[in-house]
């Protein structure tokens, strides 16, 4: 593709990204992706074929937008306790802003799509985070900062109160005092005391 192709198709993406944000998976036609970018059918058509295809090209290139900036963050000289709680801090926003994400229509993809075991999206990213989280809770333990017997399932626990947080936000609703409370007990769990 050329430069232009790719321009188009990131305008696509981000268009198609702003949709799904407002009216979930289910209710999203390509029809309206057509509408919300002004491009032809066709036009749409040489990038996409589907909803799913076109949702699943958002979800990786959120995934890769989170990645660069978690790669930037590693770059910088932080504490595993700053990274971690720079990890929550993002959390929190993504919990508190739930009308500004992608929430929604990922439960409504996933619930709609079958995928085999090893290419379900979302199941990787899990399972990603817990690789990820529980890597720099081995870090802190090394340099003396957390204390944690089992990081792997301390990792499993903060990801699933994490994506229970922000499903709560989308339907009984959240405070950020609640939110904060979450964080704290999870932090409180990892810091090692001092002798």
Do not use: W
Request: with cysteine.
């Amino acid at each position: 593709m050329g430069e232009k192709s790719d321009q188009k198709k990131a305008y696509i993406l981000e268009t198609a990204r702003k949709v799904f944000m407002e009216k979930g998976y289910k209710n999203v036609t390509m029809k309206d992706i057509v509408e919300a970018c002004e491009i032809s059918r066709g036009g749409l058509y040489l990038y996409f074929n589907s909803t799913a295809e076109l949702f699943i090209a958002v979800l990786q290139k959120e995934q890769e937008d989170t990645d660069d900036a978690l790669e930037q963050t590693l770059e910088k000289e932080m504490t595993v306790a700053d990274i971690l709680a720079l990890f929550f801090k993002e959390q929190k926003k993504e919990i508190l802003h739930a009308q500004d994400n992608l929430t929604i229509a990922t439960y409504e993809f996933f619930f709609e799509t079958k995928f085999p075991k090893k290419e379900n999206m979302a199941r990787r990213q899990f399972e990603m985070g817990v690789k990820l989280l529980s890597e720099m809770i081995d870090a802190g333990v090394s340099t003396g900062e957390l204390y944690c017997e089992d990081s792997i399932a301390a990792a499993k626990n903060m990801m699933f109160v994490m994506e229970g947080l922000k499903v709560a936000s989308r339907t009984i609703g959240v405070s950020e005092k609640t939110v904060d409370q979450q964080i704290l007990y999870m932090m409180q769990g990892l810091i090692a005391e001092e002798e």
